[in-house]
């Protein structure tokens, strides 16, 4: 929740001065797809803080952290092909590995058997 925020509020208010840190050019284009993209982590951050309050077994809870899983993986899965193709600076790696290790977090609650579940 709070790294969806914490990258939100740049990509919506101060793109043209976020952007060129990653090496991207502040094009009207790119500005406007950064805000777009801190609009998602805005949406993503809201859902993930009000989604805490949800039993930890709950149906809904189980929908949340598959969404969380699989956009998660896309983004590493994006991140790391565009760095492999040399966009970006190095700076890009940090997106690959937050992306990855969200992906791998929400893969481990995905993973997890309900508490009243039969163990084998």
Do not use: D
């Amino acid at each position: 929740m709070k790294l969806a925020i914490a990258f939100a509020v740049p990509l919506l208010l101060v793109p043209g001065e976020f952007l060129p840190m990653y090496a991207v050019e502040t094009t009207p284009g790119a500005v406007l797809l950064s805000r777009l993209l801190g609009a998602a982590f805005t949406a993503i951050g809201v859902l993930s803080w009000q989604a805490r309050s949800l039993p930890e077994e709950s149906a809904g809870a189980r929908v949340v952290v598959r969404a969380l899983l699989v956009g998660n993986s896309i983004g590493f899965l994006v991140t790391l092909v565009s760095r492999v193709q040399g966009v970006g600076n190095a700076l890009g790696w940090s997106s690959v590995v937050i992306y990855a290790l969200l992906a791998g977090g929400y893969g481990m609650f995905a993973m997890r058997k309900p508490a009243g579940a039969a163990t084998a």
